[in-house]
């Protein structure tokens, strides 16, 4: 049981879909749809037999991709839900495919290019597409041959308006329009690199490997143009890798060696800059849109750009890989996280390290251990790049330590080794000590402690070094140092390991195996090979410590730890060794003693990876792979084991090293990724975000029709929430208006409850101070006020009217009154207070009254309502002509005149009339001062 990740993501030029959303990424013989928001591929197509060569949307269907492959087929996919919808068989391999929809009463027409059996010629076809037709698979091998034959050509384009190929072959630029019978060749004076076609103007561009860009204006026109206008553009110092035009023809693409990606404006021939992309760029693509570009580059990575702002806004990552061509693609191997058991350390771009998930097939994290931009070439020299070349990671992965190398033959060798240390927050790691030089030749192993912040390092120089983290005196900060250096009569050192106890290292000198004591570096016991030529390439120790594997040149040797006695020999030429180091101790014995090698299948397809344990002597399993294994790593997830292999196709293989069918049920389900897209699922996503952020209109609507249906409404569960995909939330944008407006609201509510407590506070003061001052006024104030009451109760009475007329218990909620305000005007309103009222209005207000008071209505508590200023003064006028509470009402003092005008006194006889009934409520909150009214309210 096999699952294939990582693998390269543009070697073919990936699309968006139309809104740009998802962007589908051909990976070998299957297309990967990725979310943009996230990172993470959620859909995988597969369903093709040989590699993918061309992926694009179809012109048909918004909704559909369409996939060309080298085993003659194209496929249509509703990339929603992951289904091959038609698949067309053509007959023989493709390498270009055109789909133009009907024009002129013509039906859709697939112009393509098929590969003849031999590989070295090509040809052109035109063959018509039922799109009438529901049947999944078609043949349509019977097509109308445009061009027998033409010489094997890498750049193809197509030009939709007039259905014209263009492609090119070395300096030769050719055009063939399907009506014509030979194509138009025109020659350039280098070699012709990319090529691109404008589907709005009548112009082709090509790119040269001189860095210059030619453009061929006059091409589609006329069919038998003799010679096209050219004119030129040049800025690269090297070979242009990719060109694109923008749909409306005004702009145009550029990129190559240098890692900088050029906008030409070709009306003025002025550019615009996107530098240090950070690798040359393999691929340039403009959307449908016209809204983004995607650049495709050589170290494994896609960047998708604005076209607005012209600036990186996403980048998807497979397994990142040197720019520049090395010998040796992962020199530092494949190490596995020792607390993340799914994540995979090894080489990533140019000077830098990478982790990648194998479970989840996705980039986490880079480590720039060099901290140098990638620079292009100059001249035709190549900069010498920094590579690293090993690794290792102590047990709680707090710590990472590289060894780095530039080898320059003008300067020699540049060795450096380096100490980090995982920061706080976050996965990132920084620097905490750097040792230049840590051997005066180069290091041929380096190892962790299994439990303890050590590291052990050999070098070809014959010294073996152990690193210690010490801690700084005077500061709560640690650097590593050498603590020891020890050597075998200054034999060279080739390959080192500790014991999975840590109490001893075995280091490989030459022919000699020695062993010696961690904490005191002494040599505790040695052996010879009895071959003095061999010399151990790789040592690993088995996981119960009881074993060690030794692989030379030709052989693979299994010790006896306590002994050093030769156990095994298998006749194997490997350079890649590995051994399972369990995460549960108490594993079965078999289990911990496992070691893998690779070599050469005996047929020559392909390789082996032999899978063995130490206390056996026979080969437990075989695993055959294609391509050819650059690294090997054992993994185990959920009790079961499994090998991780790295081929030259930058791919990673885990193959499940059991026949159990829980564990191979969990595999194949970890193979398979069914996130929806635009489909989600109405009872999860759909119905949660749609109740959380709905209008209540909507919201109360959706609950009357599942009512109906006889379905019970269900509120939002925050669990519903936390089960919706990532690439499928609400943008921040969305929800952001909603998430302000409900905190505007709760600040809003709390700021006016502050402002009211502020307010009262304040005219509880005002009215002190007015106290005081109509204690002094004479009684010419007294029968102002006298006339001010007269005009007071007026309009006290024609509120009330008002209000009368309109209130019942409908209007009190239609007004939205507070239950509260509701529980007070049914205890504090009574009839017999508004005397002076004519007998209809009683009326109303009694049957309101009676209403509110009626036990039926059960209303909750809330906070009360704070009187109005226009209610507060009449409640300070009237308080005025009312005696104080410690006082009998006829012994009111008074600083009136015998002389008192009649309209005072027909105003105290109307305010008498209210103090009538003195047992009532209403006469009772009038009879108490103002201050203790104005507390009462607020209570």
């Known amino acids: 049981m096999a699952k294939e990740c990582g693998g390269s993501l543009v070697d073919v030029a990936a699309v968006l879909n139309h809104d740009g959303r998802f962007a589908f990424i051909p990976s070998a013989m299957s297309i990967r749809v990725v979310s943009l928001r996230t990172g993470d591929t959620v859909r995988i197509l597969n369903g093709h037999a040989d590699a993918v060569v061309q992926v694009f949307l179809s012109p048909l269907n918004k909704m559909e991709v369409v996939s060309v492959s080298l085993d003659g087929t194209l496929k249509f996919w509703d990339y929603d839900d992951a289904i091959c919808l038609k698949t067309i068989s053509l007959g023989r391999p493709i390498a270009s495919c055109h789909i133009v929809d009907g024009r002129n009463g013509e039906g859709a027409t697939i112009y393509w290019v098929g590969v003849t059996k031999t590989g070295k010629k090509q040809m052109m076809f035109k063959t018509p597409l039922n799109t009438s037709s529901m049947a999944h698979s078609q043949n349509l091998s019977e097509s109308s041959v445009l061009l027998q034959t033409v010489k094997t050509a890498n750049l193809w384009g ?42 709005e103007n009548d112009e082709a561009a090509t790119g040269d490997k001189q860095g210059k860009i030619t453009r061929w204006v006059g091409l589609f026109e006329n069919s038998e143009v003799v010679q096209p206008l050219q004119t030129s553009l040049h800025w690269h110092a090297h070979g242009v890798s990719s060109i694109a035009y923008t749909n409306d023809g005004e702009y145009l693409l550029s ?15 002025s550019k ?35 076209a607005a702002s012209f600036e990186v806004i996403h980048k998807i990552s497979g397994l990142l890989r040197s720019p520049v061509p090395t010998q040796r693609n992962f020199p530092a191997g494949l190490l596995i996280h020792p607390i993340h058991n799914s994540y995979m350390i090894t080489n990533g771009t140019q000077g830098q390290l990478q982790m990648f998930d194998v479970d989840r097939d996705e980039h986490v994290l880079n480590i720039d251990v060099s901290g140098r931009n990638y620079i292009s070439r100059t001249y035709h020299r190549q900069i010498a790049p920094v590579y690293i070349t090993h690794t290792a990671i102590t047990s709680d992965g707090r710590m990472i330590a590289t060894v780095e190398t530039r080898a320059d033959k003008y300067f020699g060798n540049d060795l450096r080794l380096k100490f980090w240390t995982k920061m706080q927050k976050g996965q990132k790691f920084q620097v905490n000590t750097v040792v230049d030089p840590p051997h005066q030749k180069r290091i041929t192993s380096f190892c962790s402690h299994p439990t303890e912040y050590k590291f052990l390092s050999t070098s070809i120089d014959g010294t073996i070094k152990l690193w210690v983290l010490v801690p700084q005196q005077g500061t709560e900060k640690s650097y590593w140092r050498c603590d020891a250096v020890v050597d075998y009569n200054h034999l060279p050192c080739y390959a080192a390991s500790f014991t999975p106890d840590g109490e001893h290292f075995i280091v490989a000198c030459k022919n000699i195996i020695t062993m010696w004591e961690t904490s005191t570096c002494e040599l505790v ?17 088995a996981g119960d410590g009881s074993r060690f594997i030794v692989s030379t040149q030709g052989f693979v040797c299994v010790f006896d730890t306590l002994t050093l006695d030769l156990v095994d020999v298998k006749k194997a030429k490997s350079n890649h060794l590995t051994a399972f180091i369990p995460n549960n101790k108490e594993e079965n014995v078999e289990e911990k003693n496992l070691y893998a090698y690779s070599v050469g299948s005996k047929d020559g397809m392909g390789f082996n990876i032999n899978i063995c344990s130490a206390n056996v002597n026979d080969v437990i399993r075989t695993i055959n792979v294609r391509s050819k294994p650059l690294a090997l790593s054992f993994k ?11 081929d030259s196709n930058q791919s990673l293989r885990m193959f499940l090293l059991t026949d159990d069918e829980e564990a191979i049920n969990e595999f194949e389900t970890m193979e398979k990724r069914n996130m929806p897209l635009y489909g989600v699922e109405e009872d999860n996503a759909g119905k949660a975000y749609r109740n959380l952020f709905a209008a209540k209109s909507v919201r109360d609507e959706s609950s009357k029709k599942r009512t109906a249906m006889g379905e019970a409404f269900k509120p939002v569960s925050v669990k519903d929430l936390f089960d919706i995909p990532t690439h499928l939330l609400p943008p921040v944008s969305r929800l952001a208006f909603d998430f302000l407006d409900l905190m505007l609201k709760q600040r809003g509510a709390k700021d006016g409850t502050k402002e009211e407590e502020e307010k009262n506070q304040d005219d ?19 029968e102002d006020e006298g006339e001010e009451e007269d005009e007071d109760v007026g309009l006290l009475a024609s509120d009330l009217e008002k209000v009368s007329k309109n209130m019942d218990i409908g209007s009190m909620f239609e007004y939205k009154l507070t239950v509260e305000e509701q529980n007070t005007i049914a205890s504090t309103i009574d009839a017999s207070s508004f005397q002076f009222l004519s007998e209809d209005m009683q009326s109303s207000i009694n049957h309101t009254v009676t209403t509110l008071n009626t036990p039926s209505t059960t209303i909750p508590p809330t906070t009360t309502k704070t009187p109005s200023k226009q209610q507060q003064q009449q409640k300070r006028r009237k308080s005025k002509a009312q005696p104080s509470s410690t006082q009998p009402l006829q012994q009111e003092p008074s600083h009136s005149n015998s002389n008192t005008p009649s309209k005072g006194k027909k105003g105290k006889n109307k305010v008498s009339k209210l103090q009538s009934n003195p047992g009532s409520k209403a006469n009772s909150v009038a009879a108490t001062p103002r201050r203790r009214t104005k507390k009462a309210s607020n209570e």
């Open 255 to 269: 990129g190559g060696e240098e890692g900088v990606l050029v906008l030409w404006q070709l009306a003025t021939k």
């Open 158 to 199: 197509f030009h939709n308006q007039t259905a014209t190929f263009v492609f090119s072959t070395g300096k030769t630029f050719n055009i063939f329009p399907a009506i014509a019978k030979e194509p138009q060749a025109f020659t350039c004076n280098n070699t012709i690199t990319s090529l691109a076609v404008s589907n």
């Open 525 to 541: 016991n040695a052996t010879e090979l009895s071959d003095t030529s061999a010399i151990a390439s790789a040592l690993v120790v």
């Open 636 to 646: 185990e997830s959920s009790g079961f084991v499994s090998i991780v292999v790295l």
């Open 764 to 782: 509880s003061e005002d009215e002190d101070e007015e106290i005081a001052t109509v204690n002094m006024k004479d009684s010419e104030d007294e």
């Open 272 to 306: 615009r800059f996107l530098p240090r992309l950070g690798a040359p760029l393999s691929h340039l693509v403009v959307t449908n849109s016209n809204t983004y570009y995607i650049a495709s580059l050589a170290n494994n990575s896609i960047l998708v750009i604005s």
